[in-house]
Structures are given as C-alpha cells and as structure tokens.
C-alpha cells in the first residue's frame, strides 16, 4: 500500500510565506515525477509545480518566482515553498506523485494523490 502524507498549510497573510511538505511511503519500487496541484472553489484542479526524478522542475506561471519545489529522494519526499502569497493562492493544494510498485506480472507505475492541504491567504 503506497501513501502520500502531506503536512504545512493554514492561514497566512498576503505577502507571507508557507512551507507544504509531503512523504511517500509503502512497498515503493520506483518515484518518479512528483508534484504539486491546487484547486480553488468552483474551479478546476490546476498544476502548480513538478519535478522529475533528476531535479528538473517546472511551474505554473503565475507562481514562477514565488514558489520552488524540491524533492529528496533518499527520504521520498517532496517540498513546496511558497513566497509572496497573494490571495488568489488560496486553494486546497494535493501532493501527487508517479510511483512504481512491483506487482505479480512486473512494475505497476501510477498516480498517487495526498489528501489535500488547505491553503488560506487572507488579511
């Protein structure tokens, strides 16, 4: 059984900074991509930032600068700094990461979500 478990989150002021972490763990094969998604009310769940097993990222353009995702592979982690928070930040923010198991028939590699982690900007 493979987990992600997210930490960080809460409220912040606008121009504050907050610190999302997240933890894979169980029978893991392989971690490939992981990232970050956020989801507003009434809208759609977005990408925010992602990166791959090398170290690669990319980012959602509005929260290029603000934002810097990292990841430590010998603990299966991933980290999502976030800067400048705007209020237009506020969302429920999820970890998802591709991770392999190994099955009967070989490697089974998916998708893997946190629970969510919600994330207020207000004054």
């Known amino acids: 059984q493979v987990q992600l478990a997210e930490s960080g989150g809460g409220l912040v002021q606008p121009g504050g900074s907050l610190r999302l972490s997240c933890a894979a763990s169980?029978?893991?094969?392989?971690?490939?991509?992981m990232g970050w998604y956020r989801q507003a009310p009434g809208k759609q769940r977005e990408l925010v930032a992602r990166?791959?097993?090398?170290?690669?990222?990319n980012y959602l353009d509005s929260v290029k600068g603000r934002f810097t995702i990292s990841r430590d592979n010998a603990k299966n982690t991933v980290a999502l700094r976030m800067s400048d928070l705007k209020p237009e930040d506020t969302a429920v923010y999820y970890c998802?990461?591709?991770?392999?198991?190994?099955?009967?028939?070989?490697?089974?590699?998916?998708?893997?979500w946190g629970q969510g982690t919600q994330v207020t900007v207000s004054s």
């Open positions: 998802n990461a591709e991770i392999g198991t190994t099955q009967t028939m070989g490697v089974l590699i998916r998708a893997y």
């Open positions: 990166i791959t097993s090398g170290g690669s990222t």
């Open positions: 169980g029978k893991i094969f392989s971690l490939n991509d």
